[in-house]
């Protein structure tokens, strides 16, 4: 589904070229449930930046389902972002204007045309979640876990074959915590969805079933973070 072969990425810092990744080879298949783990700075971030198409590697090459993305023009990278990934990240990232279907509906704006009816889908998400009296709320006006399953929502309105989760129980107390993992889980299993979860918890990564460890910009095969 989404391979990386001799991945490299640097960045500019004070002048001087910043390594963030060293020759990353890696694959990730088709209904994964796997965790990348590792420190802050050790380079998971900019991995899953890679992997979603969020960015562009210095050098190496990225497949998503053995096409090359480096030829593939903007418009091409932002529609297969759109269709293809869905993200959900630890800051919620929801529009508090917008009420909670309009959040959720958010993608759907950018689809050159969609297949299927979305407010329809997002009710159903809706109530699958547990939140379909919601529907009208803004999310100011919600609980931590209730906004995260917003943003799950969204993340899922468009069918994306994988969602990235990057710290997605971090601003949440540990038993609304619980019950997000048990949700990502569920859409995994049930579901097929293959899910990523990009994490410095070993708790959280410990529930899933594969571990990728990054360290210093590269694959470790120590387990210590």
Do not use: C, W
Request: net charge positive.
């Amino acid at each position: 589904m989404i391979k990386l072969l001799n991945v490299s990425k640097e960045y500019p810092i004070d002048g001087e070229p910043f390594l963030a990744l060293k020759d990353i080879n890696l694959e990730i298949k088709k209904g994964e449930y796997t965790a990348i783990l590792g420190p802050s700075g050790s380079g998971k971030s900019t991995l899953m930046h890679i992997m979603g198409l969020l960015d562009l590697p210095t050098r190496g090459t990225v497949l998503i389902e053995n096409k090359d993305v480096s030829k593939y023009s903007d418009n091409e990278l932002s529609r297969t972002r759109n269709e293809f990934i869905g993200f959900v990240f630890q800051q919620f990232n929801l529009i508090n204007k917008l009420t909670v279907i309009e959040n959720i509906l958010l993608p759907t704006i950018y689809a050159k045309s969609l297949t299927f009816n979305a407010r329809n889908r997002a009710r159903t998400l809706l109530s699958d979640f547990g939140i379909a009296e919601k529907e009208r709320s803004f999310p100011h006006k919600l609980s931590g876990g209730q906004q995260q399953r917003v943003a799950i929502a969204r993340a899922l309105i468009m069918n994306p074959n994988v969602v990235f989760a990057d710290e997605p129980t971090g601003n949440l107390d540990s038993k609304t915590g619980d019950a997000i993992m048990d949700l990502l889980e569920s859409l995994n299993k049930k579901h097929g969805v293959t899910v990523l979860i990009i994490t410095h918890e070993k708790d959280v990564a410990d529930r899933t079933r594969r571990k990728i460890y990054i360290r210093d910009g590269q694959i470790s095969t120590k387990e210590r973070i």
